[in-house]
Structure formats: structure tokens, C-alpha cells
Nanobody, 119 residues
Framework: QVQLVESGGGLVQPGESLRLSCAAS????????MGWYRQAPGKERELVAT???????GYVPSVKGRFTISRDNAKNALYLQMNSLKPEDTGVYYC?????????????WGQGTQVTVSS
């Protein structure tokens, strides 16, 4: 099992920044995909940013240039630096880790951290 705990959410004004953290523990061996997702009120959970082994990253167009995903393997941590925040970035942000192998994928979720962008 893998345990994921997010932190760093809060209430900020438009244009401000936040840094989310996700601490991973347990059987983290072979995690080769990590990502940040978010869920706004009344909407489905959506993928925001991803990072895979080797460091390749990906972002949805709405956050590209504003958000940066990074991973610190020594600390077993995942981060999401969010700059120039907009009201539409409001939602619960979830960390996800996956162990992907041919024919199987095991996914693990954190409990989420609330981000509210409002003036």
C-alpha cells in the first residue's frame, strides 16, 4: 500500500501563489507516475499536471505556464507550484501515484487539500 498526504492548500486572492505538497509513504517502490488532479464544486475530477520517471512533465492547457509540478525522490514528495492563480483554479486538489506495468496499473489517492481563489 501507498499512503499520500497533501498539504499547502488555502484561501488566496487572484494573482497570488500557493505551493502544494504530497508526502508519500509505504510501499513506494516502483511508483513511476505521479500527478495532481482537482475537483471543482459540481464538476468531475480533472487531471492538472503529471510527472513520470525520467522527469517528463505534462500540463492541461489551462495551467500551462502558471503551474509547475516537481518531485523530490529523496524526500518521497511531490509538489505543485501554482502561480498567477485564478478563481477557476478553485477546487480540491488531489495527489495520485501509480505503479504502471505491462498489463496492470495500481493507483493510489490522497485525501485532497482545498484551494480557494477569491477576492
Amino acid at each position: 500500500q501507498v499512503q499520500l498526504v497533501e498539504s499547502g492548500g488555502g484561501l488566496v486572492q487572484p494573482g497570488e501563489s500557493l505551493r502544494l505538497s504530497c508526502a508519500a509513504s509505504g510501499n513506494i517502490f516502483s511508483i513511476n507516475f505521479m500527478g495532481w488532479y482537482r475537483q471543482a464544486p459540481g464538476k468531475e475530477r480533472e487531471l492538472v499536471a503529471t510527472i513520470i520517471d525520467g522527469g517528463n512533465t505534462g500540463y492541461v492547457p489551462s495551467v500551462k505556464g502558471r503551474f509547475t509540478i516537481s518531485r523530490d525522490n529523496a524526500k518521497n514528495a511531490l509538489y505543485l507550484q501554482m502561480n498567477s492563480l485564478k478563481p477557476e483554479d478553485t477546487g480540491v486538489y488531489y495527489c495520485k501515484a501509480e505503479k504502471r506495468a505491462p498489463g496492470s496499473t495500481y493507483g493510489y489517492w490522497g485525501q485532497g487539500t482545498q484551494v480557494t481563489v477569491s477576492s
